[in-house]
């Protein structure tokens, strides 16, 4: 039987994440780019980064006794759903005395290195991962049905609050096996991880290689 | 009561510095790590007046015999010839309190001296003649820089011999699982204290039916658990031993500092947030500093559960010690972060 306990840095190159989905979803793609050495961490919650980042920081393999730093590379992902969000998690970064990169979706010359990227990236139109993934699959058949029902319930007196996730529900219902997160349907390689609108964010990860 | 507290070449610890103290501090961190050895260094600084408590120390850590083999055990490396220091920085002010120790050396044979400091083996080494017998040890407090004192703790015809003890006022205490219980001098102050309500309710979360406590004939405390008759506390268990014990010795130490090594040991997780709920009260209304080690996780929820439904957020501080090779460090958590880390899962031993 798996030991199961606290969460331990067991890896020199750390992801920041904001969930579960985040999770499943670097999971699968990292290791397509030929990253195989990383470890994920769920903050739970983009508004968590602000305290979890610098308890991250406290944690046992994160820095050797001598205050050098074990882990090598932090890349900082979140999604675009607040104004100014860079300039936030660049300023989470700075708090805890390491170096934040001055652009978007690059690493710092700190130790660690620290990189910072905002889903779905400068060239792609939403505020999050969902829409990354979407466009991704946008000229697949079942997003014809997708498009079909989104624009059907954005004519509801009661519409979705947030139309990106509706869209992905409804894509991942329209697979062979349905599976009910963006992070599970990466797993299932629902996503087109070949698709150029990941092309920007597989160059922010080669960092990790 | 100390904001800081710094040791330098005591057993495992190089070096190390501990600043932030809180009034209860709990310290973790791997086997060997010197989390012992912190809360050994600052009894010795509280009690430094008492020659004895490097002995008693090694009592505590089940070394309870007297050999001048011991004495090399507790400097780093067992490198007598650096000095071991102890240095705390008073709460709340710049005042420091400082004790160095230092190998007491037998005085040298006069023939021997007019010859020779060494004698050259055939091999090529050298040898010192001179043997350490046992411990000299220097306090002084900036508070009063006229009185620093030096005592000195040796052995001498098979039997340990102090010299320079000074009487003061006893500043703290170790609880260690080796460490003897002293039930009848702690009873009584809680009893002339009118505190033994106080000690009922917390062995109530244990046991339901106790009802009173009263001091034996041979000097334990005997129990009321509505039995026809009254019943040892040491038959009730461990953790029932265990909590008598915390609640007896911080009643005894106000304004002290009380050590408690493994704190979670013989209590039962359910019990664990009882405990420190207690400790952060008594920490708080009777002014004592809690040092307390564990290297359980339930220990530490129980800790941070206590802290999170507690006033005394700020007043408690979590620690661990990391050691490799002869660099340690001490990592801080505030109970904000550690509350974080808890939250997430996230290893904080």
Redesign the interface.
């Known amino acids: 039987m798996e030991r199961t306990g606290p969460t331990k840095i067991t890896s020199k190159k750390l992801i920041a994440v904001e969930g579960l989905d985040e999770k499943n979803f670097f999971g699968k793609l990292l290791p397509m780019i030929g990253i195989s050495d990383f470890q994920i961490i769920d903050v739970g919650g983009k508004d968590k980064f602000k305290d979890k980042f610098p308890a991250l920081l406290l944690s046992p393999g994160f820095y050797a006794p001598d205050r050098t730093s074990m882990v090598t590379h932090v890349a900082i992902i979140r999604d675009n759903d607040e104004d100014e969000a860079f300039k936030s998690v660049k300023s989470i970064v700075l708090k805890t005395g390491l170096k934040p990169p001055e652009e978007h979706s690059r690493f710092a010359n700190g130790t660690p290195q620290v990189g910072i990227y905002i889903m779905p990236g400068p060239k792609i139109k939403g505020k999050m991962l969902e829409d990354l993934c979407l466009q991704s699959v946008q000229t697949q058949p079942a997003m014809r049905c997708v498009d079909s029902f989104a624009d059907c319930i954005s004519k509801l007196p009661e519409q979705p609050k947030n139309m990106s996730k509706a869209k992905v529900q409804s894509f991942l219902a329209a697979q062979p096996e349905i599976v009910n997160s963006l992070g599970l349907g990466a797993q299932n390689s629902y996503w087109d991880f070949g698709s150029t609108v990941f092309d920007e964010l597989k160059e922010f990860l080669n960092h990790l290689k | 009561m100390y904001d800081n507290i710094k040791i330098s070449n005591l057993r495992g610890i190089k070096e190390l510095e501990v600043k932030n103290l809180a009034q209860v501090n709990l310290i973790v961190g791997n086997n060997a790590c010197g989390k012992t050895t912190f809360l050994e260094g600052i009894f010795f600084l509280i009690g430094a007046m008492n020659p004895m408590l490097p002995v008693n120390s090694n009592i505590f850590r089940n070394l309870p015999f007297a050999s001048n083999v011991l004495w090399d055990t507790y400097f780093h490396n067992m490198n007598t010839n650096t000095p071991i220091r102890i240095e705390g920085q008073v709460r709340s002010s710049i005042e420091k309190d400082r004790l160095t120790i230092r190998p007491r050396k037998e005085k040298p044979h006069r023939d021997l001296i007019a010859h020779s400091d060494t004698l050259v083996t055939p091999a090529g080494d050298s040898e010192t003649l001179i043997k350490i017998e046992g411990l000299n040890l220097e306090y002084s407090s900036s508070r009063h820089p006229e009185k620093a004192t030096a005592t000195s703790v040796y052995i001498e015809n098979d039997k340990i011999a102090t010299e320079g003890e000074k009487a003061r006022e006893v500043r703290g205490v170790f609880l260690g699982p080796a460490t003897p219980k002293d039930w009848k001098e702690r009873f009584a102050t809680v009893q002339r204290n009118k505190k033994l309500d106080e000690v009922i309710s917390l062995l109530k979360q244990l046991e339901p039916k106790t009802s009173d406590l009263r001091l034996n004939e041979v000097g334990f405390v005997d129990i009321d658990v509505d039995l026809p008759h009254l019943i040892p506390a040491n038959l009730m268990g461990g953790g029932f031993e265990k909590l008598l014990e915390v609640a007896l010795t911080m009643f005894n130490f106000q304004h002290g500092i009380v050590l408690i090594d493994e704190i979670e040991n013989g209590l039962h997780h359910s019990v664990q947030q009882k405990l420190w709920d207690a400790v952060f009260n008594w920490a708080n209304t009777l002014d004592v500093q809690v040092f307390a080690t564990t290297h359980s996780?339930e220990c530490i929820k129980a800790f941070n559960e206590s802290l999170k439904a507690s006033l005394f957020k700020s007043q408690a501080k979590f620690f661990?010690i990391?050691?490799?090779d002869d660099?340690?460090?001490s990592?801080?958590?505030t109970s904000?972060?550690?509350n974080?880390?808890i939250?997430?899962?996230?290893?904080?031993?």
């Not at chain 2, 939250?343 to 031993?349: N, P, Q, Y």
């Open positions: 996780t661990r990391e050691r490799k660099i340690s460090r990592v801080e958590y904000e972060l550690l974080e880390s939250e997430s899962d996230w290893e904080v031993r």
